[in-house]
């Protein structure tokens, strides 16, 4: 990704990860390209991602020293970083996906969200950089 005007989303776990100052990130060669990114105003985040966090949180797999709908609050408030709504065209194309992906609804919305965006997707998960690997949507291993 050499254009840093280029829309990035960035995957669930790397907002939370990037938000809490996870060593992951903080050693991550994608820092760079984010900083740059958020010179610009052009860090996303999908709708479903705010959902996800309140599952993870509610069922006791990350915790937070705040509340939840907080964090959410201050993290989508995070200079350069912004939400995209589930629109009914990310919501036909998660249901549309070209070539063969798993059936997990916020990984096929964030998919869909990716492609529709034109953005490229910061992500760890194996299922989604294998698909980004088929050249389906523009991926970044984090």
């Not at 820092?31 to 966090?53: G, P, Q, T």
């Not at 492609?115 to 989604?128: E, F, Q, V, Y």
Request: with cysteine.
């Amino acid at each position: 990704m050499n254009d840093s005007k280029e829309l990035i989303l960035l995957d669930t776990h790397v907002w939370l990860w990037l938000l809490n100052g996870e060593e992951k990130m903080t050693n991550s060669p994608c820092l760079s390209l984010i900083e740059n990114a958020v010179k610009y105003s052009n860090i996303r985040v999908s709708a479903i991602s705010v959902w996800e966090v309140g599952m993870l949180e509610s069922k006791g797999r990350i915790k937070f020293p705040i509340d939840c709908l907080d964090w959410v609050h201050n993290a989508l408030n995070a200079p350069g970083i912004s939400m995209v709504p589930i629109t009914p065209e990310i919501a036909i194309e998660s249901s549309r996906l070209p070539g063969k992906f798993h059936g997990d609804p916020a990984d096929r919305i964030i998919v869909a969200t990716v492609r529709k965006l034109g953005a490229t997707l910061l992500s760890h998960d194996r299922n989604i950089l294998l698909y980004g690997k088929k050249k389906y949507l523009k991926i970044i291993k984090t």
